[in-house]
């Protein structure tokens, strides 16, 4: 009998804990970045402002991919298909980009 009550105290115990973490709930707020990756955009309003000028340039007939509004996936799948010609000029460009941001900041700290 003892092993009945105490089987059925476990079993009363054990409900109640289910029933508890049952009840939790769980919260989180809505992060907006351009990728997956970046843990804080220099400009909340980027994504907005790399949409628009991309609607705009279809509009005009002059649209192109940007990667500024592509996932980290896409992205890779995007390298993943350019030919070794397309490679070697987006990574010249992207060089050139990181080159002048690089002498920008640096500018600016001084």
Not at 1 to 6: C, G, V
Not at 34 to 51: G, V
Not at 62 to 90: I, M, T, Y
């Amino acid at each position: 009998m003892f092993a009945r009550i105490s089987t059925a105290s476990a079993l009363t115990a054990r409900q109640t804990l289910v029933a508890a973490s049952a009840r939790r709930t769980i919260a989180s707020t809505a992060s907006l970045k351009l990728k997956e990756s970046s843990n804080a955009d220099p400009d909340p309003h980027a994504y907005e402002k790399h949409k628009q000028e991309s609607l705009q340039k279809q509009k005009e007939g002059k649209g192109h991919w940007k990667p500024e509004l592509a996932s980290n996936s896409e992205e890779n799948v995007r390298a993943d298909r350019l030919s070794d010609a397309e490679f070697a000029e987006a990574s010249k460009r992207e060089l050139e980009k990181h080159a002048a941001d690089a002498k920008a900041t640096k500018k600016d700290a001084q």
